[in-house]
């Protein structure tokens, strides 16, 4: 198993910038494929972004591409969610979560339902 605890949210003004860090415990960070998605009020939980265990792919939201970028550093057991430009439709709970790849592919998982792993959540609150 693997424990996620997301950091790095905060209030922020629009055009601003702020990182995102998921701190995983347990297993080898490597041998997960992982995630980002965030929640705003009253909408669906939806795809951000996403690295494959190997590192080597990635894969950004169509609304967030261009200004946000997800990166890992494995011997921190650590994943990024670097956030530029910010604007207000980008207010939401952001969610990192992981998924099992003991082939240490580069696959990458877009879909909620693929994820075995959640973390409680970090608030991002974009001002106009």
């Known amino acids: 198993q693997v424990q996620l605890v997301e950091s790095g949210g905060g209030l922020v003004q629009a055009g601003g910038s702020l990182r995102l860090s998921c701190a995983a415990s347990g297993r080898t960070f490597r041998s997960y494929a992982m995630g980002w998605f965030r929640q705003a009020p009253g909408k669906e939980r939806e795809f951000v972004a996403a690295i494959s265990a190997s590192g080597s792919s990635t894969a950004h939201a169509d609304s967030v591409k261009g200004r946000f970028t997800i990166s890992s550093d494995n011997a921190k057991n650590t994943m990024y969610l670097e956030m530029n430009s910010l604007k207000p439709e980008d207010t939401a709970v952001y969610y990192c979560?992981?998924?099992?790849?003991?082939?240490?592919?580069?696959?990458?998982?877009?879909?909620?339902?693929?994820?075995?792993?959640w973390g409680q959540g970090t608030q991002v609150t974009v001002s106009s």
């Open positions: 979560a992981a998924k099992s790849d003991l082939v240490y592919s580069g696959r990458l998982y877009l879909t909620i339902g693929s994820y075995d792993y």
